[in-house]
């Protein structure tokens, strides 16, 4: 764009009730250049991997909604996904680390995850069977799925003591997966390794210098299975949370453009069963908190990483399933709709929600999937919001946030997203 412009907004009339305290503001959004650039396809929903019975205290908010157990031909699942184009989805979630695919020799046989007290999570490993992943991948090509699929990265390590796992990661599992998916045409748009096991981990953790080292050989299995391949996926890692020193650590060891996506989980609500989820929803104030987790990671890249993008490969305001009553609900928007305006100017380029289904916190309802009101927020912020981020400049109070793109797929438009915390 050639020309500059200044776009200059007065809102100079709240409504009545807020009389009392009547407020001019001037908002400047400068259109003449991008200060961060999203993928085209920013918005991203995940699907997990836990069972019916994986339950919070008496509340199961799971039911049949895992990648292994979900009705995939039930009509307004297609439609839902449909409706985007192309849906970014991403296949993970704390059982990751514990699937085996059901193809060629394994460590151990193929069962259903089941309950089992000391096991990760309180389940026993896991197992994809390969008529579900076939199943899967036509649901994904029909309905346009761009797919990251969650690889299994603790396969062939074992506990050196409490939580941390040691040892080199097995790719026996993985290549064989690998070369069906190959095989069978199955379109990949990347593969993400590991989840949750950065930093002091959740579950499991494992040291940034080992994690480098299995992302090098990673990386290799897959420039050499895809060789004849025109299109060749991503290599995504590690969907933990973020920890400075051992994402510096995981950048250096695994080397330049080894790693072509750096992932990291986003919780900042903080535990689902916490009653004050709305108060911390409704204040902008807590809501910024989560700035220097993006400010640090961005810094991060530019150090250690230039090669690699950011993308927020899970996130769910609130862990542990999500809030009851909160999660699902039009308030849960005030923060989903935040955090995609905030992980943008930071140059995230792919924002995952956790969840498509399954969970407090699906876009779709677990049982009837129905849309709940975020799925509305994700469509529209699809549909409206193109790439370009502009800066917004702004005198308004801190209870008015306001984010502006260049409008998708027009030339010169601006989109504007503007949304205020009331408080009765
Ligand atoms: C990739 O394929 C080309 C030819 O198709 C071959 O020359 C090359 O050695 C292959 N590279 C690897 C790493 O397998
Ligand atoms: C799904 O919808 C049903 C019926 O409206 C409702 O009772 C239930 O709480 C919803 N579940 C979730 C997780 O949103």
């Not at 799925?145 to 409490?162: C, D, E, M, P, S």
């Not at 955090?339 to 049982?367: E, P």
């Amino acid at each position: 764009m050639g020309f500059r412009f200044f776009l200059f907004l007065f809102l100079a009339s709240l409504p009545a009730f807020l009389a009392q305290e009547f407020e001019n503001a001037i908002i400047k959004v400068d259109g003449a250049t991008t200060v961060a650039e999203t993928d085209a396809n920013f918005i991203c929903a995940t699907l997990d991997w836990w069972p019916h019975d994986k339950c919070n205290y008496n509340h199961c908010p799971w039911g049949y909604s895992s990648v292994i157990n979900m009705e995939l031909s039930h009509p307004l699942l297609a439609k839902a996904i449909e409706a985007f184009k192309h849906l970014r989805i991403r296949i993970g979630g704390s059982l990751q680390d514990q699937v085996l695919y059901d193809i060629g020799p394994l460590r151990s046989p193929c069962h259903p995850f089941r309950k089992m007290n000391d096991g990760l999570f309180g389940f026993s490993k896991g197992c994809l069977r390969m008529s579900r992943w076939d199943e899967l991948n036509r649901l994904f090509s029909q309905t346009g799925v761009i797919l990251t699929f969650g690889l299994n990265a603790l396969y062939g390590r074992h506990q050196i003591r409490k939580g941390t796992w040691g040892g080199v990661w097995d790719s026996s599992n993985t290549q064989n997966f690998i070369k069906y998916t190959i095989s069978k045409g199955y379109q990949i748009d990347s593969w993400e390794f590991g989840n949750e096991l950065s930093g002091s981990g959740v579950g499991a953790s494992v040291n940034a210098e080992q994690y480098g080292k299995d992302l090098i050989n990673l990386k290799a299995i897959i420039n050499k299975m895809y060789n004849n391949s025109n299109v060749k996926p991503l290599l995504v890692a590690p969907g933990g949370f973020y920890e400075q020193d051992w994402y510096a650590k995981l950048l250096q060891v695994s080397g330049s453009s080894t790693v072509n996506v750096v992932t990291h989980h986003i919780y900042n609500l903080g535990a689902g069963v916490d009653p004050n989820l709305v108060s911390k929803i409704l204040n902008p104030h807590y809501l910024s908190r989560v700035e220097e987790t993006f400010k640090s990671l961005d810094k991060t890249l530019q150090t250690w990483g230039p090669w690699a993008s950011a993308w927020v490969g899970e996130s769910g305001g609130a862990y542990n399933s999500g809030g009851q009553l909160v999660s699902n609900t039009f308030v849960n928007s005030f923060w989903y709709l935040d955090q995609l305006g905030m992980a943008s100017k930071y140059h995230t380029k792919v924002y995952c929600r956790q969840t498509l289904i399954g969970g407090n916190y699906g876009l779709l309802n677990t049982t009837t999937l129905v849309p709940n009101p975020d799925y509305y927020s994700a469509l529209l912020w699809h549909r409206l919001m193109g790439k370009g981020v502009l800066a917004v400049d702004s005198t308004a109070s801190p209870f008015l946030r306001s984010y502006a793109h260049c409008s998708k797929g027009k030339v010169s438009a601006l989109s504007i997203l503007f949304f205020f915390f009331f408080f009765f």
